[in-house]
T-cell receptor, first 113, second 117 residues
Framework: GAGVSQSPSNKVTEKGKDVELRCDPI?????LYWYRQSLGQGLEFLIY????????KSGLPSDRFSAERTGGSVSTLTIQRTQQEDSAVYLC???????????FGPGTRLLVL | AQSVTQPDIHITVSEGASLELRCNYS??????LFWYVQSPGQGLQLLLK??????LVQGIKGFEAEFKRSQSSFNLRKPSVHWSDAAEYFC???????????????FGTGTQLKVEL
Protein backbone atom coordinates (compact mmCIF):
# COMPACT_ATOMS: atom_id res chain seq x y z
CA GLY A 1 0.00 0.00 0.00
CA ALA A 2 2.72 2.46 -0.89
CA GLY A 3 1.74 6.01 -1.57
CA VAL A 4 3.19 8.46 -4.05
CA SER A 5 6.94 8.73 -3.68
CA GLN A 6 9.23 11.48 -4.88
CA SER A 7 12.96 11.82 -5.14
CA PRO A 8 15.12 13.49 -4.16
CA SER A 9 13.58 14.94 -1.02
CA ASN A 10 15.81 17.97 -1.26
CA LYS A 11 17.89 19.36 -4.08
CA VAL A 12 20.31 22.25 -3.99
CA THR A 13 21.66 23.42 -7.31
CA GLU A 14 23.43 26.36 -8.83
CA LYS A 15 21.76 28.81 -11.11
CA GLY A 16 22.01 27.67 -14.71
CA LYS A 17 22.20 23.96 -13.96
CA ASP A 18 19.59 21.43 -15.06
CA VAL A 19 17.68 19.34 -12.51
CA GLU A 20 15.49 16.26 -12.72
CA LEU A 21 12.79 15.44 -10.22
CA ARG A 22 11.22 12.02 -10.06
CA CYS A 23 7.73 10.83 -9.13
CA ASP A 24 6.51 7.28 -8.57
CA PRO A 25 2.69 7.26 -8.52
CA ILE A 26 0.47 4.84 -6.68
CA UNK A 27 0.36 1.56 -8.58
CA UNK A 28 -2.59 1.43 -10.94
CA UNK A 29 -3.23 5.16 -10.98
CA UNK A 30 -3.55 6.35 -14.55
CA UNK A 31 -3.45 10.08 -13.88
CA LEU A 32 -0.36 11.91 -12.68
CA TYR A 33 0.02 15.60 -11.83
CA TRP A 34 2.82 17.99 -11.00
CA TYR A 35 2.26 21.08 -8.87
CA ARG A 36 4.61 23.72 -7.55
CA GLN A 37 4.34 25.31 -4.13
CA SER A 38 6.18 28.56 -3.54
CA LEU A 39 5.90 31.42 -1.09
CA GLY A 40 4.96 33.94 -3.69
CA GLN A 41 2.59 31.91 -5.84
CA GLY A 42 1.06 29.32 -3.53
CA LEU A 43 0.12 25.97 -5.04
CA GLU A 44 0.11 25.99 -8.84
CA PHE A 45 -0.74 23.29 -11.33
CA LEU A 46 2.08 22.52 -13.77
CA ILE A 47 1.28 19.49 -15.93
CA TYR A 48 -1.08 16.51 -16.08
CA UNK A 49 -0.75 13.05 -17.66
CA UNK A 50 -3.68 10.72 -18.23
CA UNK A 51 -2.94 7.31 -19.64
CA UNK A 52 -1.63 7.51 -23.19
CA UNK A 53 -3.25 10.85 -23.95
CA UNK A 54 -1.21 13.93 -24.75
CA UNK A 55 -0.29 15.68 -21.50
CA UNK A 56 -1.92 18.93 -20.43
CA LYS A 57 1.04 21.29 -20.21
CA SER A 58 -0.98 24.44 -19.69
CA GLY A 59 0.56 25.21 -16.29
CA LEU A 60 4.24 25.03 -17.22
CA PRO A 61 5.69 28.50 -16.56
CA SER A 62 8.29 28.49 -19.33
CA ASP A 63 9.90 26.31 -21.96
CA ARG A 64 12.67 25.52 -19.49
CA PHE A 65 10.20 23.16 -17.83
CA SER A 66 9.34 19.79 -19.31
CA ALA A 67 8.05 16.46 -18.07
CA GLU A 68 7.67 12.97 -19.31
CA ARG A 69 5.99 9.85 -18.11
CA THR A 70 7.50 6.55 -19.15
CA GLY A 71 5.40 3.41 -19.46
CA GLY A 72 2.41 5.10 -17.90
CA SER A 73 4.05 5.05 -14.50
CA VAL A 74 7.13 6.97 -13.34
CA SER A 75 7.36 10.63 -14.27
CA THR A 76 10.32 12.99 -14.44
CA LEU A 77 10.05 16.77 -14.27
CA THR A 78 13.06 18.50 -15.79
CA ILE A 79 13.99 22.11 -15.27
CA GLN A 80 16.71 23.41 -17.57
CA ARG A 81 18.96 26.36 -16.82
CA THR A 82 17.49 26.79 -13.36
CA GLN A 83 16.79 30.26 -12.03
CA GLN A 84 16.45 31.41 -8.45
CA GLU A 85 12.71 31.90 -8.92
CA ASP A 86 12.44 28.14 -9.58
CA SER A 87 13.13 27.54 -5.89
CA ALA A 88 10.01 25.88 -4.54
CA VAL A 89 8.54 22.58 -3.41
CA TYR A 90 7.50 20.43 -6.34
CA LEU A 91 4.60 18.13 -5.52
CA CYS A 92 3.45 15.12 -7.48
CA UNK A 93 -0.02 13.57 -7.21
CA UNK A 94 -1.76 10.61 -8.78
CA UNK A 95 -5.34 9.48 -9.07
CA UNK A 96 -7.40 6.61 -10.37
CA UNK A 97 -10.33 6.67 -12.78
CA UNK A 98 -12.60 5.35 -10.05
CA UNK A 99 -11.88 7.89 -7.33
CA UNK A 100 -11.06 11.12 -9.11
CA UNK A 101 -9.16 12.05 -5.95
CA UNK A 102 -5.54 13.14 -6.08
CA UNK A 103 -3.10 11.69 -3.59
CA PHE A 104 0.05 13.68 -3.06
CA GLY A 105 3.63 12.72 -2.49
CA PRO A 106 5.89 14.39 0.09
CA GLY A 107 7.42 16.75 -2.45
CA THR A 108 10.91 17.71 -3.58
CA ARG A 109 12.27 20.90 -2.08
CA LEU A 110 14.39 22.66 -4.69
CA LEU A 111 16.77 25.46 -3.82
CA VAL A 112 18.55 27.31 -6.60
CA LEU A 113 21.54 29.30 -5.40
CA ALA B 1 -11.59 30.55 -14.72
CA GLN B 2 -11.95 28.74 -11.44
CA SER B 3 -10.65 30.30 -8.24
CA VAL B 4 -10.64 29.67 -4.51
CA THR B 5 -10.54 32.20 -1.72
CA GLN B 6 -9.52 31.41 1.82
CA PRO B 7 -9.98 34.74 3.57
CA ASP B 8 -8.20 33.80 6.79
CA ILE B 9 -4.44 33.53 6.48
CA HIS B 10 -3.92 32.67 10.15
CA ILE B 11 -6.32 31.38 12.78
CA THR B 12 -5.57 30.66 16.43
CA VAL B 13 -7.90 28.58 18.58
CA SER B 14 -7.64 27.02 22.00
CA GLU B 15 -7.48 23.26 22.29
CA GLY B 16 -10.98 21.90 22.73
CA ALA B 17 -12.62 24.86 21.02
CA SER B 18 -14.59 24.57 17.82
CA LEU B 19 -13.11 25.50 14.46
CA GLU B 20 -14.43 26.80 11.18
CA LEU B 21 -12.17 27.52 8.22
CA ARG B 22 -13.74 29.44 5.40
CA CYS B 23 -13.53 28.65 1.71
CA ASN B 24 -15.28 30.38 -1.18
CA TYR B 25 -14.95 29.21 -4.73
CA SER B 26 -15.72 30.48 -8.19
CA UNK B 27 -16.57 27.91 -10.83
CA UNK B 28 -18.93 27.90 -13.78
CA UNK B 29 -20.46 24.49 -13.19
CA UNK B 30 -20.81 21.95 -10.42
CA UNK B 31 -17.42 21.75 -8.78
CA UNK B 32 -15.47 19.03 -7.14
CA LEU B 33 -14.31 20.42 -3.78
CA PHE B 34 -11.54 19.26 -1.52
CA TRP B 35 -9.87 20.09 1.76
CA TYR B 36 -6.25 19.08 2.25
CA VAL B 37 -4.00 19.50 5.27
CA GLN B 38 -0.24 20.02 5.21
CA SER B 39 2.06 19.63 8.18
CA PRO B 40 5.51 21.26 8.04
CA GLY B 41 7.79 19.55 5.54
CA GLN B 42 5.06 17.17 4.46
CA GLY B 43 2.92 16.69 1.38
CA LEU B 44 -0.81 17.27 1.24
CA GLN B 45 -3.16 14.87 3.00
CA LEU B 46 -6.78 14.67 1.90
CA LEU B 47 -9.25 15.47 4.69
CA LEU B 48 -12.48 15.21 2.74
CA LYS B 49 -14.08 15.80 -0.63
CA UNK B 50 -17.41 16.72 -2.15
CA UNK B 51 -18.46 15.47 -5.56
CA UNK B 52 -22.26 15.28 -5.32
CA UNK B 53 -25.09 14.17 -3.07
CA UNK B 54 -25.31 15.03 0.60
CA UNK B 55 -23.96 18.53 1.07
CA LEU B 56 -22.53 17.73 4.50
CA VAL B 57 -19.48 15.54 4.12
CA GLN B 58 -17.50 13.80 6.79
CA GLY B 59 -13.77 13.37 6.64
CA ILE B 60 -10.88 12.01 8.60
CA LYS B 61 -9.75 13.24 12.01
CA GLY B 62 -13.26 14.39 12.94
CA PHE B 63 -13.50 17.09 10.26
CA GLU B 64 -16.60 17.88 8.26
CA ALA B 65 -17.48 20.38 5.57
CA GLU B 66 -20.70 21.73 4.15
CA PHE B 67 -21.23 22.61 0.50
CA LYS B 68 -23.49 25.63 0.09
CA ARG B 69 -24.12 26.30 -3.57
CA SER B 70 -26.02 29.54 -2.93
CA GLN B 71 -23.02 30.97 -1.08
CA SER B 72 -20.33 29.30 -3.21
CA SER B 73 -18.80 28.08 0.01
CA PHE B 74 -17.28 24.91 1.35
CA ASN B 75 -16.32 25.66 4.94
CA LEU B 76 -14.40 23.17 7.05
CA ARG B 77 -15.46 22.54 10.64
CA LYS B 78 -14.38 20.57 13.65
CA PRO B 79 -16.29 20.62 16.95
CA SER B 80 -13.26 20.20 19.22
CA VAL B 81 -9.72 20.97 18.07
CA HIS B 82 -6.73 18.95 19.21
CA TRP B 83 -3.18 20.30 19.47
CA SER B 84 -2.17 17.90 16.68
CA ASP B 85 -4.50 19.73 14.28
CA ALA B 86 -2.03 22.60 14.04
CA ALA B 87 -1.09 22.71 10.36
CA GLU B 88 -1.89 24.52 7.14
CA TYR B 89 -5.22 23.83 5.49
CA PHE B 90 -5.93 24.17 1.79
CA CYS B 91 -9.25 24.27 0.01
CA UNK B 92 -9.24 23.24 -3.65
CA UNK B 93 -11.67 23.11 -6.55
CA UNK B 94 -11.60 20.89 -9.61
CA UNK B 95 -13.78 20.14 -12.60
CA UNK B 96 -16.79 17.94 -12.03
CA UNK B 97 -17.78 15.28 -14.50
CA UNK B 98 -14.21 14.36 -15.28
CA UNK B 99 -13.49 11.32 -13.18
CA UNK B 100 -10.17 9.70 -13.27
CA UNK B 101 -8.35 12.83 -12.43
CA UNK B 102 -9.31 15.24 -15.15
CA UNK B 103 -9.32 17.65 -12.30
CA UNK B 104 -6.33 19.92 -12.32
CA UNK B 105 -6.93 21.50 -8.99
CA UNK B 106 -6.98 25.18 -8.16
CA PHE B 107 -5.97 25.81 -4.58
CA GLY B 108 -6.64 28.59 -2.15
CA THR B 109 -3.75 30.33 -0.46
CA GLY B 110 -4.16 28.28 2.68
CA THR B 111 -5.05 28.95 6.32
CA GLN B 112 -2.42 28.40 8.96
CA LEU B 113 -3.99 26.99 12.12
CA LYS B 114 -2.34 27.47 15.48
CA VAL B 115 -3.68 25.64 18.52
CA GLU B 116 -3.09 27.07 21.97
CA LEU B 117 -2.87 24.62 24.83
Amino acid sequence: GAGVSQSPSNKVTEKGKDVELRCDPISGHTALYWYRQSLGQGLEFLIYFQGNSAPDKSGLPSDRFSAERTGGSVSTLTIQRTQQEDSAVYLCASSSIASGTQYFGPGTRLLVL
Amino acid sequence: AQSVTQPDIHITVSEGASLELRCNYSYGATPYLFWYVQSPGQGLQLLLKYFSGDTLVQGIKGFEAEFKRSQSSFNLRKPSVHWSDAAEYFCAVGAAGLTGGGNKLTFGTGTQLKVEL
